[in-house]
């Protein structure tokens, strides 16, 4: 005996026997057992009743739009990786260009003597204030790269 | 066979989409459009929020296609972006507005698919037995949980195998017949009085 609800392959026989896709023992069978099982009977009306259940037709834009996004997408990563593109190479730039300013300002920077530091402290804030101007004008230069 | 030819021509399709070939997304959206909306609409049963889900689909089949290896069937693959985008968009309306609005908007458009789907001229009263039993199936279709809805249309409408939904779903083969037929079951029992 073959009950739907007591057999593990009930939903795809249920839906070969009703698509008439079983071999014909199977068929025979079932169709004997359908007659006399309610809950079976009732399996197969819900089958027929799902078939009611009809769809619209996909709108004729939905191509057309769907290119659009796709299109739209596409420019964003393009736009995305030229910034990453142009950008790359900025970084390393800025870091060197700060490292060779640095440098510079060390080896230009006047030997101040400990004592004459002791005694002319003024003196020597100046020339601090001097070389920190310095750095922040060429550090100026800098910025825009890092924009 | 026919379903082995049909996957082998469309794994390949996807390889071409991978390596820049635009046609053949072109062929692979004409092939399976149909099938994607139309499982999408049964899903969340509004027209406009289901193409707009189809449209997220396809689009994160080409924004996949350079990932893209054939491991899984094509379709069950695709099935499971469409499963995925479906069921994270009814997790999201039942959050912002309920379930009131959603029938608002199915019965605003019942009348058209009506129109469209009859081709004869039925009496009144016949169009509005069949309105009534609609109604009834989708309503029954919609309290369905999602998964075993997802589960019935792709058994029933899509013709997706046990092995298929089980891949769409993330379960053993055995969980699908048992999910598949404890909602035919419940199916059955809702729908019982249109017997």
């Not at chain 1, 619209?56 to 659009?68: I, K």
């Not at chain 1, 996004?69 to 736009?79: F, K, N, P, Q």
């Not at chain 2, 959206?29 to 689909?57: D, I, K, T």
């Not at chain 2, 789907?117 to 279709?141: C, F, W, Y």
């Amino acid at each position: 005996m073959i009950c739907l609800s007591k057999n593990e392959q009930g939903a795809d026989l249920l839906a070969g026997y009703l698509a008439k896709t079983l071999d014909a023992p199977r068929m025979a069978e079932l169709t004997r057992h359908i007659q006399e099982c309610s809950d079976c009977r009732g399996l197969a009306t819900v089958w027929e009743r799902l078939d009611e259940f009809a769809v619209p037709e996909v709108t004729p834009g939905f191509d057309a739009r769907l290119y659009a996004r796709i299109a739209r997408e596409e420019a964003r990563i393009s736009l995305s990786s030229w910034r990453r593109w142009l950008w790359r190479p900025v970084a390393p730039l800025a870091a060197v260009a700060a490292a060779a300013v640095a440098v510079v300002l060390y080896v230009h920077s006047p030997a101040i003597p400990d004592a004459a530091k002791q005694a002319s402290p003024t003196q020597s804030n100046g020339a601090d204030i001097e070389q920190v101007a310095q750095a922040v004008d060429d550090m100026d230069l800098l910025v825009p790269l890092d924009r | 066979m026919e379903a082995v030819v049909a996957l082998e021509r469309d794994a390949q399709l996807m390889l071409r989409v991978r390596e820049g070939d635009d046609t053949s997304f072109g062929l692979l959206l004409e092939r399976h459009r149909g099938p994607v909306v139309h499982f999408l609409y049964r899903m969340v049963q509004n027209q406009a929020v289901s193409e707009e889900l189809a449209q997220e689909v396809f689009l994160r089949v080409y924004r996949s296609r350079e990932t893209y290896e054939p491991t899984a069937k094509f379709t069950t693959w695709l099935f499971r972006i469409a499963t995925h985008v479906a069921l994270n968009s009814i997790r999201d309306r039942k959050k912002e507005k309920g379930h009131e609005s959603l029938s608002e908007s199915n019965d605003e458009m019942l009348g058209g698919l009506e129109r469209q789907v009859a081709d004869r001229q039925p009496t009144i009263e016949q169009e509005m037995v069949h309105e009534v039993k609609l109604r009834e199936v989708r309503q029954a279709i919609e309290a369905l949980p999602a998964k075993q809805r997802a589960a019935v249309l792709m058994h029933k409408y899509e013709g997706l195998d046990y092995a298929q939904i089980a891949g769409v779903l993330s379960c053993s083969e055995s969980a699908i017949k048992s999910l598949l037929f404890r909602a035919y079951e419940a199916l059955r029992d809702r729908l019982a009085h249109m017997a």
